[in-house]
């Protein structure tokens, strides 16, 4: 915990993990201020009240927990800003033939710059939010990203776009505990969200999934195209390149003499390239426009262990830097479904060490 | 660094209950409980205060007793005024039209809106001047067509602009529209004699006026003909069913009378914090302007468009630091649509959501002002400061991929 009986300006979702946070900062000692951002919703998929996130009635429970909690609490108006960065971000992605994860952008534009910026104008010297990590000082007067206590719920994966000026100005809360004992501690605390379940799949697709969203407002990505092997045969046709993910076997509608795996994308022939087991995965990946949390990489050369998606476990790799804002893994292991447009996240153990954008394969 | 203090500015919104209200009021919490339609000692005492309250309102509007009726509500005596003309007036086979301006407060708006979508009413806009005052030359135009009604607001909610309705009532009169006026923001500051203003209906509020919530008047002028759009027993001459609030409407008459009697007083302190306030803020935040008329407006209001200043973030600064203010774009769901009202002055969607409103009170004071004036100039130099960044980052989307600067302090 940083110095207490500053001003924190706390991210609520009307969820349990930034509940229990503004709680445990209010017990604390802190001059604790709620804020909920009103994310993009998409009218012609529910609009804001079939959002995963900041519904009318989120708002409704986040506003009564900041009252029991006695501490004010405000909705800011983020639509446009949300919408021309991560929600663009998005579309792109998919329409570059890349998987993006909008949720990192999220957290570098809005949430730590946005957000952040909205609550040092408001005094604020903190901002905290309920994500499952925890941040220790360093050696060198810096700030330490570490993994949260609860390996299971650790998002330490999207959080790993930040720097030592955003870091020194965030706060963790329920990073040092594990999800049961932060539901356990929202009984304790009369809180009314207990039983809620967690959040699922991104907050701004409304009803229905990304695919949908996609039809909606990148019909282009959702277009039939060929379904091909490395060798150039035509197996059949697909129904839009952004329905399916590299290393998925299910759901291609071929008959062949083995099964097939989707390899990869090319956007530009809108073909989806399948193989065979053996042929898929992939031992390296290189990434782009990455960030060091330190500052810098700890060397030009070294080991780690690097996670390819929010769900995938850390995988043991040699680390190579490029450039500045690139870098190049090893993996000990083939990985299966290395995809374009998803963080590489690289660890040291515990700690964050930074990440980058998986670069498209042929580009590797 | 300031101290930081508690400053209510938004009486437009409501007042505290004087304590002579709440004392007025206490019997009708306790031992007089009777139903003011029950024909016993409990009954008739309760009926008792009911028509002295109306005889002690009636004196204030100078008019019968029986034009008084005593509602739930500043939008309840709307809608019964506006429904009520117009169901009175198909049920005679006469105009369908209902005449109003576009910066009425919604209870008429939306009651007219309805009537128009779903009952086959014809809606009438006449439009405003700059600073929201109704376009009489129009208005007389929109008049000679006949109407069901014509209604526009005395005092506006959003702007303190006040509509000479003495003039507005003569040109309806002169063409047989039934005028009616939503007093609510002007009630306890403005004269309600409804002779000498020539209406036909009036809306009051007593919360606006340090009286209770959930009670309030509409002024029928005998002869004005409404169809009930409250049934039921036959209180109030069968214009609003329901059991009488017996202590909101004593509140009520309370309120009123010290409004009354205190006019001169109040309306020299409103006045003077108010033309304190508006030359702060004016010399304080650089480009702001004062919306609504620079004369004729409520002494208590002052109403400001704050160009590049988002009106929620603003209000959260205020309320930071104990300020109570409003804005017509104001919502608590972070989904702020642009104010109807300056929209329909002229002002640019951005613009329209840039608004600001102070109220003053009885309680208020100079300190109070300059307080709220080097609040707002700090806060409005900081909320610029972030959205001017906004709108460039805005622009590179897709930025690099390292973290921006936060900055140090």
């Known amino acids: ?364 | 660094m300031r101290e930081r203090r508690q400053v209510y500015l938004d009486h437009s919104a409501s007042t505290p209950i004087d304590v002579r209200v709440q004392k007025a009021m206490l019997p009708f919490f306790g031992e007089v409980y009777g139903n003011s339609s029950s024909a016993h000692q409990y009954g008739r005492a309760a009926e008792r205060a009911v028509e002295d309250a109306r005889e002690r309102v009636a004196a204030i509007l100078r008019c019968q007793a029986a034009e008084v009726v005593f509602t739930g509500g500043g939008s309840e005596s709307d809608n019964l005024a506006v429904r009520g003309a117009g169901w009175r007036s198909r049920q005679l086979g006469k105009s369908n039209r209902l005449i109003t301006s576009p910066v009425e407060h919604s209870a008429v708006t939306q009651t007219i809106r309805q009537m128009d979508a779903l009952m086959g009413f014809e809606a009438e806009f006449v439009p405003v001047d700059s600073s929201g005052l109704v376009d009489e030359a129009a208005f007389e135009q929109a008049c000679r067509q006949g109407g069901a009604i014509a209604s526009v607001i005395y005092a506006n909610n959003e702007l303190g602009s006040i509509n000479d309705l003495t003039r507005l009532s003569l040109i309806a009169r002169r063409h047989g529209v039934p005028f009616h006026s939503d007093a609510v923001q002007a009630g306890g500051q403005m004269t309600l004699d409804v002779g000498a203003l020539g209406v036909d209906m009036l809306s009051l509020s007593a919360h606006k006026f340090y009286g209770p919530k959930g009670v309030g008047i509409l002024y029928i002028r005998e002869g004005i003909e409404l169809a009930s759009a409250i049934t039921g027993g036959g209180h109030e001459h069968g214009q609003r069913a329901g059991t009488h609030n017996t202590a909101g409407i004593v509140g009520l008459a309370k309120a009123l009378e010290l409004a009354h009697d205190e006019n001169a007083e109040r309306s020299a302190h409103f006045s003077r914090l108010r033309n304190r306030l508006v030359a702060g803020v004016l010399q304080a935040v650089s480009g702001a302007e004062l919306s609504g008329h620079p004369v004729q407006r409520l002494p208590s209001h002052a109403s400001f468009v704050l160009p590049g200043i988002d009106a929620n973030a603003l209000l959260m600064h205020l309320d930071m630091w104990g300020i109570s203010a409003s804005s017509g774009s104001a919502c608590k769901v972070g989904d702020p649509a642009p104010s109807e009202i300056l929209l329909a002055l002229g002002y640019s969607p951005e613009a329209a959501k840039c608004g600001l409103r102070l109220s003053v009170g009885t309680s208020t004071t100079t300190s109070d002002i300059d307080y709220v004036v080097d609040v707002l100039a700090d806060a409005s130099k900081k909320l610029r400061n972030l959205y001017a960044n906004d709108a460039l980052r805005e622009n590179g989307r897709q930025s690099a991929a390292k973290p921006a600067a936060v900055p140090e302090r």
Request: proline residues 4%; aromatic residues 8%.
């Open chain 1, 1 to 364: 915990m940083k110095e207490r009986g500053k001003r924190v300006v706390v991210a609520m979702s009307g969820g349990v993990d930034s509940s229990v946070a503004a709680a445990l900062l209010v017990r604390a000692g802190y001059d604790v201020v709620g804020m909920m951002m009103r994310l993009w919703s998409d009218p012609a998929m529910g609009g804001a009240a079939h959002n995963r996130c900041c519904t009318p009635t989120q708002m409704g429970d986040a506003r009564r927990i900041a009252d029991q909690l006695g501490i004010p609490f405000y909705v800011l108006d983020t639509q446009d800003i949300f919408r021309g960065t991560v929600v663009e971000y998005f579309i792109d992605g998919h329409r570059s033939g890349n998987t993006p994860n909008p949720c990192l952008e999220c957290n570098r534009r809005i949430r730590f710059e946005w957000l952040l910026n909205h609550a040092l104008a408001l005094d604020a010297d903190y901002l905290a939010t309920g994500h499952y990590a925890r941040l220790k000082p360093d050696a060198a007067g810096g700030w330490l990203l570490k993994r949260g206590i609860d390996h299971n719920k650790d998002q330490s994966y999207v959080l790993s776009v930040l720097g030592q000026a955003q870091l020194s100005r965030a706060m963790f809360p329920v990073g040092d505990y594990p999800k049961a004992r932060v539901r356990q501690l929202a009984a304790e605390l009369g809180l009314h969200v207990a039983s809620r379940q967690d959040s699922q799949d991104l907050c701004f697709l409304g009803r229905g999934d990304y695919r949908d969203f996609l039809r909606l407002h990148a019909p282009d990505v959702m277009q039939a195209g060929p379904i091909v092997t490395t060798a150039g045969d035509v197996l059949g046709e697909h129904g839009g390149l952004a329905n399916y993910t590299i290393g998925q076997r299910k759901g291609l509608g071929l008959s062949y003499r083995e099964p097939l795996y989707v390899l990869a994308t090319n956007p530009l022939r809108n073909a989806l390239i399948v193989g065979t087991r053996d042929q898929l995965g992939r031992d390296c990946l290189r990434a782009e426009n990455a960030n060091w949390i330190s500052g810098a990489p700890p060397d030009s050369q070294f080991r780690a262990q690097v996670k390819i998606r929010y769900r995938a476990q850390p995988q043991r790799a040699e680390v190579v830097v490029t450039s500045a804002d690139s870098f190049h893994v090893r993996f000990d292991e083939p990985q299966r479904d290395i995809t374009a447009g998803q963080a590489a996240v690289v660890y040291d153990n515990d700690v964050c060490l930074g990440s980058g954008v998986i670069a498209k394969f042929e580009d590797a």
